[in-house]
């Protein structure tokens, strides 16, 4: 069983940078790849970013390419989202997950366990 706590949402203005923190607890995080999706009332989740067991690949989603970055800390048991330049269209409630797929997935049902989910909301 992982445990995953969300920190670090909240109310940005167009332009402007969050950065998004997700502390996981439980078995050896070291075995699972991470990954951040978003969600807005009546559309499906969305792929935001995906990162490798060991941190040495990672993904982007093509509507946040070149704008975020997704990096983890073993060490620490915490995995990173710095969202950069947001746009309105960015606001959503971010989820964080863990999967057992090690070279990560940009597909949320090959996740295994999600944090509670954090608003995030761009004023423009």
């Known amino acids: 069983q992982v445990q995953l706590i969300e920190s670090g949402g909240g109310l940005v203005q167009a332009g402007g940078s969050l950065r998004r923190s997700c502390a996981a607890s439980g078995r050896s995080i070291n075995t699972y790849a991470f990954g951040w999706f978003r969600q807005t009332p009546g559309k499906e989740r969305e792929f935001v970013a995906t990162i490798s067991w060991n941190g040495d690949s990672t993904l982007c989603g093509d509507s946040v390419k070149g704008r975020f970055t997704i990096s983890r800390d073993n060490a620490k048991n915490t995995m990173y989202l710095q969202m950069n330049s947001l746009k309105p269209e960015g606001a959503a409630v971010y989820y964080c997950?863990?999967?057992?797929?090690?070279?990560?997935?940009?597909?949320?049902?090959?996740?295994?366990?999600w944090g509670q989910g954090t608003q995030v909301t761009v004023s423009s």
């Open positions: 997950a863990a999967s057992r797929y090690l070279s990560g997935s940009r597909v949320y049902k090959q996740y295994d366990y």
